[in-house]
């Protein structure tokens, strides 16, 4: 196992035993994780959270830019 593995793992355990991330789930093909994040990441780590916020506004700034034309949307007739 290399350093970068191990102190992966070291971080999400850490981030995990802190509640400021929760596993959601599992991708059924590769068996990867799902995380969701909560209140608590701010606090615990700051500049994982701050980054992820930037790539979040990232991606919606970028999917506004597209417009409603780039998504799938399920339409409901009432």
């Known amino acids: 196992m290399d350093k970068s593995y191990i102190k992966t793992e070291a971080m999400l355990e850490h981030l995990l035993l802190q509640n400021a ?3 959601e789930g ?3 093909l590769t ?3 799902h ?3 909560t209140d608590k990441l ?3 780590a700051p500049d994982i959270y701050y980054e992820m916020k930037a790539e979040f506004e990232d991606h919606m700034f970028e999917m506004i ?3 409603p034309e780039s998504m799938q949307w ?5």
């Open 21 to 23: 991330i929760q596993i």
């Open 26 to 28: 599992f991708d059924p």
């Open 31 to 33: 068996g990867e994780t």
């Open 35 to 37: 995380y969701s994040i």
């Open 42 to 44: 701010k606090d615990v």
């Open 65 to 67: 830019k597209r417009g």
């Open 74 to 78: 399920r339409v409901r007739l009432h």
